[in-house]
């Protein structure tokens, strides 16, 4: 398996990733984090995907790791810049955690898998002050509060029985995360709850790996 540091070249900017090409690749994958994260934080996961045969892109999303961008409102574009870039490799998968997972969720890849997505427009005050305090400081931003208004800009991801999706979330996860999970579960979406996942480490756990590497055999 070859693995690459490269930039992909944008409209007018550059998103820092790291590829991994295995041989005989059946497909892409673009990998994204959450906020507060970084490329390097998903690596245990595009590994798993792309030794079943898959071309991984992992990113940082602009404000994070290496991005030279501020975090803002554009921050969809480096999720659909990767996605056109990996096309290059056959049908995409957009993998993405917690902020990554609704923008994978709702980008234009041929199938999306949401760990942890942050489908809510709003979260009670407690989620935002502990996320400020645990993961703001990781993140170059243009104000405090702009994780929070793009959550409720962003459009409503909704349920649709013909799209090839999965969701996976964690018992222990962000209230508002479980609750519109289980909700969307009940609706008869594709979303499964991980026993004892936490939000900041359901992308770590075997059991995750797991799902995912099977999903996409399936898609595959």
Known sequence: MIIEHQLIEGNGFCVPSIILNPPNSIGS?????????????QLGLAWRVAE??????????????????????????????????????????????????RLSLLSNA??????????????SDQTQETIKALRSYRVKEISPNINFE??????????????????IYGSRDVPEIVSECNGLREKGAPAIQIDRAMHNDIFLLEETFRKIVNQLKEWF
Request: glycine content about 12%.
């Open 150 to 167: 793009i959550l409720n800009e962003l459009p409503k991801w909704q349920f649709d029985k013909s799209k090839m999706v999965q969701i």
């Open 29 to 41: 994958a673009v990998i994204t984090h959450g906020y507060g994260g970084c490329k390097e934080e």
């Open 52 to 101: 079943i045969g898959i071309t991984t892109c992992v990113i940082d999303l602009r404000g994070h790791g290496e991005s030279q961008l501020f975090f803002d409102r554009d921050v969809n574009l480096d999720v659909e810049t990767a996605i056109r870039f990996s096309s290059r490799f056959g049908k995409v998968v957009a993998i993405g955690h917690s902020l990554g997972g």
């Open 110 to 123: 041929n199938y999306a898998i949401g760990i942890s997505p942050a489908l809510n427009k709003t979260f």
